[in-house]
């Protein structure tokens, strides 16, 4: 079974850039029919989503973080990671790594079939 | 991008009830639509993927329908344990994107 786990620290400063880090665990990041995402949720809001990063190192990221947002392997460490720059107090969130499941079949179906618990950064000075 | 508006945003029902979430894209995204319950503290779970494929070891109280732009999701008897928040969430088109949230209470 695959198990996600956020880390990084809780609380950055305005203007400084958020790292975050997941590592997984019962999966390579490097293995197949996935793509490995960061979603995040602002208290008592709904599910933002970030970018996904693929095996190859392909990423694909929200219209409105691209200009902030850098995902990246470390398949050594069978690790990913999140940096978001310029960040300001609209990017406190709690901040979701998840498995992107790619299905085949006559054609192609996603979803979110693994999480992280989630890990909450507030920025603030 | 892609909207998804889910109906109603908030709903109070009784166990052993029939409860439907309506989710309405803003276009035609076949049948690509999931839905995704999100007790709180915790992070969303997979219940229904592509419309209306019920996810592994999901309870079959729980089901979904419909393709276009307008889809519903079930809990066909609402149990103690489903209070939580639902989301649908569409993968037709890059952003992905999620309805406002449903939450379900008793």
């Known amino acids: 079974q695959v198990q996600l786990q956020e880390s990084g620290p809780g609380l950055v400063k305005p203007s400084q850039t958020l790292s975050l880090t997941c590592s997984v665990s019962?999966?390579?990041?490097?293995?197949?029919?996935?793509?490995w995402t960061w979603i995040r949720q602002p208290a008592g809001k709904g599910l933002e989503w970030i970018g996904r990063i693929f095996a190859s190192g392909y990423t694909n990221y929200n219209p409105s973080l691209k200009s902030r947002v850098t995902l990246s392997m470390d398949p050594s460490k069978n690790q990913f990671s999140l940096k978001l720059s310029s960040v300001t107090a609209a990017d406190t969130a709690v901040y979701y790594c998840?498995?992107?499941?790619?299905?085949?079949?006559?054609?192609?179906?996603?979803?979110?079939?693994?999480w992280g618990q989630g890990t909450l950064v507030t920025v603030s000075s | 991008d892609i909207q998804l508006t889910q109906s109603p945003s908030s709903l109070s029902a009784s166990v052993g009830d029939r409860v439907t979430i309506t989710c309405q894209a803003n276009q035609d995204i076949s049948t690509y639509l999931n839905w995704y319950q999100q007790k709180p503290g915790k992070a969303p779970n997979l219940l229904i993927y592509?419309?209306?494929n019920l996810g592994t070891g999901v309870p079959s109280r729980f089901s979904g329908s419909g393709s276009g732009t307008d889809f519903a999701f079930t809990i066909s008897s609402l149990q103690p344990g489903d209070i939580a928040t639902y989301y649908c969430q569409q993968y037709d088109n890059l952003p992905l994107t999620f309805g406002g949230g449903t939450k379900v209470e008793i």
């Open positions: 592509d419309a209306s």
């Open positions: 019962g999966a390579s990041i490097t293995g197949g029919n996935y793509y």
């Open positions: 998840a498995r992107y499941f790619i299905l085949t079949t006559s054609y192609n179906i996603y979803y979110f079939d693994s």
